[in-house]
């Protein structure tokens, strides 16, 4: 089981930024995606973005084009989402999310992923 372990959410005013990370541990050799995902109340989960640990290569979601960046560090332990130019639509429980992901599958499919952290909250006020 890959762990995960979200921070960095908190309120923010429209138009600021907020940096996520999420610390992973455990048995990562099942992964080879990590993700960020976000649910606002009332919502269907969305996939915000999604980085394939093998090659770095990035895949994002739609409200997240050209806004927000998703990275990892040099030791793929902790992976981290950059928000910028947040939106009061951006309100919402973001989480980590692991999981082993064929070439052909839809990276940004959050059915498709096994572990999950917690969540950490993002609001973003007028």
């Given amino acids: 089981q890959v762990r995960l372990t979200e921070s960095g959410g908190g309120s923010v005013q429209s138009g600021g930024y907020l940096r996520l990370s999420?610390?992973?541990?455990g048995a990562t050799y099942h992964s080879n995606c990590l993700g960020w995902f976000r649910q606002a109340p009332g919502k269907e989960r969305e996939a915000v973005a999604v980085i394939y640990t093998g090659a770095d290569t990035t895949?994002?979601?739609a409200a997240a084009k050209g806004r927000f960046t998703i990275s990892q560090d040099g030791a793929k332990t902790t992976v981290y989402l950059q928000m910028d130019s947040l939106e009061p639509d951006d309100?919402?429980?973001?989480?980590?999310a692991s999981g082993y992901l064929g070439p052909k599958q839809d990276k940004l499919l959050w059915q498709l992923y096994t572990d999950w952290g917690r969540g950490t909250q993002v609001t973003v006020t007028v």
């Fill in 22 to 25: 999420c610390k992973v541990s």
């Fill in 59 to 61: 895949y994002y979601g």
């Fill in 91 to 96: 309100s919402a429980m973001y989480y980590c």
